[in-house]
């Protein structure tokens, strides 16, 4: 599998994100639900907390991908949805760091959204992988 950052400028690299990626020669891919802020039995975690949370998302998609076979440096799309914009961007002055050791360099996109599916979530998060 090959797997190409197409970035007409380097703008982006502030925020650890590329334009677009492109894979060729890919085995599977695998299209991960939202994952929000919840422990194994769908319970919030961490209400009013958006590092505290976006920490948890990360933790559960780690999990989703890792029962596929897949880590975080397989994905190639992460969408973030997030109540507070604000917030989620100095969380990810701390969470940054967990992506770019994984090699997560995806193409991305942030929507500020009104709310959620439960009112206590501030952060949704989305993936497609690659293996």
């Not at 690299?13 to 422990?39: H, K, L, M, N, P």
């Not at 880590?71 to 969470?95: I, K, S």
């Not at 929507?111 to 501030?122: C, E, H, I, K």
Request: hydrophobic letters at 40%; one cysteine or more; glycine letters at 10%.
């Amino acid at each position: 599998m090959e797997r190409r950052s197409i970035n007409p400028g380097d703008w982006q690299d502030q925020f650890d994100f590329s334009q677009a990626i492109e894979v060729t020669g890919a085995g599977r891919v695998v299209y991960c639900a939202g994952q929000t802020s919840v422990d194994a039995q769908g319970a919030t975690l961490h209400p009013g907390d958006m590092v505290a949370q976006f920490h948890r998302c990360l933790d559960n998609l780690e999990n989703v991908l890792g029962h596929a076979g897949l880590g975080l440096g397989d994905v190639v799309r992460l969408n973030y949805y997030v109540t507070d914009v604000p917030a989620f961007l100095e969380a990810t002055a701390v969470l940054g760091d967990r992506l770019k050791a994984a090699g997560c360099k995806p193409a991305s996109t942030l929507l500020g959204v009104s709310r959620l599916a439960d009112p206590d979530w501030l952060i949704e998060i989305e993936a497609t992988a690659v293996g």
